[in-house]
């Protein structure tokens, strides 16, 4: 069995594989604060809830746009399961083509989703994938699978929080769809705002992409924790596909290793 650890600004995403298949995964909330041993106590309580023992992980993997918290998940890994894991970072093979300016400023997730798109849903035509994190990105590539550039855009969550730690007297509401977008109170108002405004930027940016491209033949992928609210308010989105970081990350691991997994 190996382990994949997505490192965001918000969550941190685990998964346990064994060969092809998925045990369990789970999320946490990102903490800055916690120390190797609290992260290294809340993996192993999640091993014992679904019948897995440390000795049973052979190898690992992560991926982090947290540089603070990277030793923090290495220095775990190698306590609490033993195993030196690899890591998403420049020395690493992806087998991914970019025309980015400048290949080490893209965000490890970005290229894992791009190689996980790739691997997956790669036919001969370009595609934009979509990640809802707590940045919203758009990564372009191209018919011949190459990396060609993006969009970076504010989060879902990120705009929701600031306008309420902005404003004195607005509250904070869940991220869901009102029945009409002319809203009849506070809540609904700001519900309208969020989900109706980021569906406009997402098709107005898709349909930008596409035109660039030169093409309206183009598969487009929506991953991340808002991936489903986006895609059933816009017509834009062909495929949704959460675990798409995770199973990129498993993929990265076999394409660096010859180890059993």
């Known amino acids: 069995m190996i382990i994949c650890i997505d490192i965001g600004n918000t969550n941190i995403k685990y ?10 995964s789970f999320r946490v909330a990102t903490d ?10 809340q993996l192993l309580t999640m091993f014992s809830l679904n019948g897995i023992g440390r000795e049973d992980i052979k190898g690992g993997i992560f991926s982090s746009v947290v540089p603070s918290l990277d030793y923090t998940m290495e220095h775990m890994l190698k306590r609490y399961l033993g ?35 790739l691997k997956k849903y790669g036919c001969g035509k370009p595609m934009i994938v979509i990640d809802f994190g707590t940045a919203t990105t758009f990564n372009v590539l191209s018919a011949e699978g190459e990396f ?22 607005l509250p904070r509401v869940e991220i869901e ?34 035109k660039e491209l030169g093409t309206s033949d ?16 816009t017509k834009c989105i062909d495929v949704i596909d959460k675990m798409l970081t995770l199973n990129g990350l498993k993929f990265l691991y076999e394409y660096n290793s010859e180890e059993e997994v």
């Open 218 to 233: 183009v598969l487009t992928i929506a991953t991340g924790g808002f991936s489903e609210v986006m895609a059933h308010e």
């Open 148 to 169: 060609i550039g993006g969009v970076i855009a504010p989060g879902i969550k990120g705009s929701l929080d600031s306008l309420v730690s902005g404003t004195a007297k």
């Open 32 to 41: 800055l604060k916690k120390t190797s041993d609290e992260y290294g106590a």
């Open 83 to 117: 195993i030196v894991p690899k890591q998403i970072a420049p020395g690493l093979r992806t087998g991914l083509k970019m025309r980015a300016d400048n290949a080490k400023e893209v965000g490890a997730d970005r290229v894992v989703n791009n190689v996980a798109a």
């Open 177 to 210: 769809a009102p029945k009409s977008v002319i809203a009849t109170n506070t809540v609904t108002n700001m519900q309208a705002g969020i989900v109706f405004g980021f569906a406009g930027l997402v098709e107005y940016i898709v349909r930008k992409i596409k």
């Open 15 to 24: 998964a346990v594989f064994e060969r092809d298949t998925l045990r369990f």
